[in-house]
């Protein structure tokens, strides 16, 4: 099977501006993870999708980031706008409903802004 | 102090050595994830485990929930073993993951 695929892989913004990072998970995953890395600390959870639900969002962290599951496939994660803080790499991650079930990863997006 | 400790931060070992890295969990969880991140590269998950003990090829997995405390191990390492190694935690409360700070290892030829 496929696995999480993230676009881009890489994103130069300014300060200011705005940039929308898209996750596909796994075909019939219908849980959906955003987590980021920043300045070289942890990985840091954002937020969970059931479906096109968003089961948790407590990571995220505050009202410039929106993420969204329409029709609970792909997945987008929209700053807006940007600040220099947010620069880091994205991941995001899938896995299958039930039990907690192994979590696949995408290769991530590296958010650049200057 | 952040609810999953790794130790050591950076491992430099060379060809051939049994690798041990650790890590510390303060809170309830309901299993726990080792992940394997190369240069530059994606995350890979190596391991997700509730109890007991893992094994995938030269990769062994160990956790021990009454002392909250869980290792990784490579046997008979590799350069190519060169990567990130992080615990992941995931509560008992919901699906998120807590993560560790990461191992860096390094395998010398």
């Known amino acids: 099977e496929a696995g999480v695929t993230q676009f881009p892989s890489h994103s130069v913004i300014e300060k200011g501006q705005t940039v929308t990072l898209r996750c596909d998970p796994i075909s019939g995953h219908d849980n959906l993870y955003w987590y980021r890395r920043v300045m070289g600390k942890e990985i840091k959870f954002l937020l969970h999708f059931v479906k096109e639900s968003k089961q948790d969002e407590s990571g995220m962290p505050n009202n410039r980031f929106l993420a969204e599951r329409t029709g609970g496939t792909y997945s987008t994660l929209k700053v807006q706008p940007a600040e220099l803080e947010d620069s880091g790499v994205y991941f995001c991650a899938s896995s299958r409903s039930g039990v907690p079930y192994e979590q696949y990863f995408g290769p991530g997006t590296r958010l650049t802004v200057t | 102090k952040n609810e999953v400790e790794q130790s050591p931060q950076n491992l430099t070992a060379q060809e051939g050595e049994f690798i041990t890295i650790n890590c510390s969990y303060s809170?309830?969880?309901?299993?726990l994830h080792w992940l394997q991140q190369h240069p530059g590269g994606g995350i890979v998950s190596l391991f997700m485990l509730s109890s007991g003990k893992k094994k995938h090829g030269r990769l062994i997995a160990t956790i021990n929930i009454q002392e909250k405390h869980s290792s990784l191990h490579i046997t008979a390492s590799h350069p190519r073993d060169s990567a990130v190694y992080i615990c992941?935690?995931?509560?008992?409360?919901?699906?998120?993951?807590?993560w560790g700070a990461g191992t860096k290892l390094i395998i010398k030829p």
């Open positions: 992941a935690v995931r509560m008992d409360s919901n699906y998120q993951l807590i």
């Open positions: 809170v309830g969880i309901s299993a």
